[in-house]
């Protein structure tokens, strides 16, 4: 049976052009980049290639961008980093509701060591509004941090007009773009950020490597302390071919971006309409329009998610779920319960996530196949047969 | 992270579906946290000559319904009173520990289902 992998938001195939330039540098020009005989001189210069590659994709100087092993690290830098080569100007942080637990779970480590942090709230599509962000700004705020777009349910933020805030009253911004390259235009200019996170194994490249964009000037303390890579604010030896991944996957990305969002949202709008049309008492959850291409995210009612993944893994096709036993905790995801769904909603929700290579047989086979797993385990479901629905 | 016991009563599940006057019925768990049980009884003389279940939950929910279901069948009640979780997860060869509850579910469902019919009795 062919596999349909639809769970890209969580990590997608490394491009076969990306995997063959790294595999060099596994083998032959394996030096330490740090070392001054040419193997390790031509590491050194492969890993500069690959930060301009960044710079261009991002549309920022070279010597802004510094690799990291992945988002997870690039948002706990950006963030402690900030907080506290910033201490001295005040401990106030803004974030929303709904951002990655690499983001959440970071500000609650601060605030246990002192800071405070305000949540802006997200409408019912997951939308923050720049003007709940400036209000929460405070004489004492230090950084405000909100994602690009959302991992779970794709809603695209307003980021230049919160850019335009936090400059006019000149707090630090970061954002999580981890879910964005590719995906969206990024530009760090354009979104006003001083701070980017992102992570190879999103678009095509690498698992374990990142960077994150520091804008010249911008204070922020490292997290690893050694050796002078990374100019001195990043120690560690270099995953070079990680590294090499990351230049080559992110150039692509960014050349292929307007062509590639738009044959993927044209495949995913087409199977967001039958499953809205076909299966009753479906809900769309994120933002109808300003939405990640790839994203589809809806809440099956009266089912439960972690069920509904089992069984379209039976028929070849993985996706993911943000109902509480997918999560390993009792709770639904955050996201979720921020965007108002009742918890039993939440349960209940199915995300599916599109890659360039998804075709049109494998939408048409999810098309085919989802309605015939709902109406089965809706079948099981004691609550469905609540709401009078005929079953027999 | 199921085992194949588990993935086999999950994707084939046995006695789905409730039953038309029920000797007793027991629903236990709620929506909020993603699981509900309904099992539906038939006793003759004592003993359970048919069991169904109704199940809104993850895939340990739906196969320890299968699995209890099937085991209380031919019971005596007192018997299937005895059934307690550890013995309906072992039948199913494990289960993950995160999801241990689901088959504590099982077994109130069963007690629920039990207890009904005796309220009914003593009423009826």
Redo the contacts between chains.
């Keep these: 049976m062919n596999k349909i992998y639809l769970d890209n938001a969580a990590t997608t195939f490394v491009r076969r052009e990306v995997a063959d330039k790294m595999l060099s540098y596994f083998t032959d020009c394996y030096g330490n980049a740090s070392s001054v005989y040419s193997t390790g001189r031509d590491a050194k210069k492969a890993i500069e290639d690959a930060r301009r590659q960044v710079a261009k994709a991002l549309n920022c100087q070279a010597a802004e961008v510094f690799f990291t092993s992945g988002g997870t690290e690039s948002d706990n830098w950006a963030i402690k980093g900030a907080a506290l080569a910033n201490a001295d100007k005040g401990k106030h942080i803004i974030s929303s509701t709904i951002e990655h637990h690499a983001v959440l779970h970071t500000l609650e480590f601060l605030q246990k060591q002192g800071y405070e942090v305000t949540y802006v709230k997200v409408d019912e599509f997951g939308m923050v509004d720049p003007e709940d962000v400036r209000s929460a700004i405070r004489e004492d705020t230090v950084l405000i941090t909100i994602m690009a777009a959302n991992n779970e349910i794709g809603t695209i933020q307003p980021i230049s007009e919160i850019g335009r805030i936090a400059r006019e009253r000149k707090v630090l911004f970061h954002t999580d773009a981890v879910q964005a390259i590719g995906a969206i235009p990024v530009d760090v200019e354009e979104m006003g950020v001083d701070l980017l996170s992102l992570s190879a194994h999103k678009f095509y490249g690498p698992k374990g490597v990142g960077a994150l964009y520091v804008r010249k000037g911008v204070r922020l303390e490292p997290l690893m302390h050694g050796g002078a890579q990374e100019r001195g604010r990043r120690a560690g030896t270099e995953n070079v071919p990680g590294i090499i991944g990351l230049g080559a996957a992110i150039e692509i990305a960014a050349l292929k971006q307007k062509e590639n969002a738009a044959r993927i949202a044209a495949l995913r709008d087409d199977l967001q309409q039958s499953i809205l049309e076909n299966i009753p008492e479906v809900r769309l959850n994120g933002h109808p329009v300003n939405r990640l291409p790839n994203n589809l995210n809806i809440s099956v009612k009266y089912i439960e998610g972690e069920a509904l993944l089992l069984m379209l893994d039976l028929a070849g096709i993985a996706g993911s779920s943000g109902s509480a036993c997918t999560s390993g905790s009792l709770d639904p995801s955050h996201v979720l319960l921020a965007i108002g769904l009742p918890h039993e909603i939440a349960h209940g929700s199915l995300r599916l996530t599109l890659s360039e290579d998804t075709t049109r047989e494998e939408i048409d086979e999810v098309k085919r196949v989802l309605p015939q797993i709902v109406q089965r385990l809706r079948e099981m479901s004691p609550l469905y047969e609540k709401e009078n629905h005929h079953v027999h | 992270m ?1 085992t194949d016991k588990v ?1 086999d009563h ?2 084939n ?1 046995r006695n ?3 039953l038309e006057n029920p000797s007793g019925v027991g ?1 236990v768990g709620n ?8 099992i539906y009884i038939k006793v003759e003389n004592n003993i359970i000559t048919d069991a169904r279940f ?9 196969a320890t319904s299968s699995m209890a279901t099937e085991m209380v069948k031919g019971k005596t009640l007192e018997e299937a009173l005895n059934l307690t979780n550890k013995v309906v997860t072992e039948a199913l060869g494990g289960l993950p520990n ?2 241990l509850h689901c088959s504590v579910l099982a077994e109130e469902a069963i007690h629920a289902a039990i207890a009904d019919y005796r309220e009914k009795q003593k009423s009826s």
Aim: hydrophobic content about 35%.
């Design positions: 199921y993935m999950f994707s599940p789905i579906g409730s629903e929506a909020r946290c993603g699981d509900i049980m309904k109704k199940t809104f939950g993850c895939g340990a929910a739906i995160e999801k």
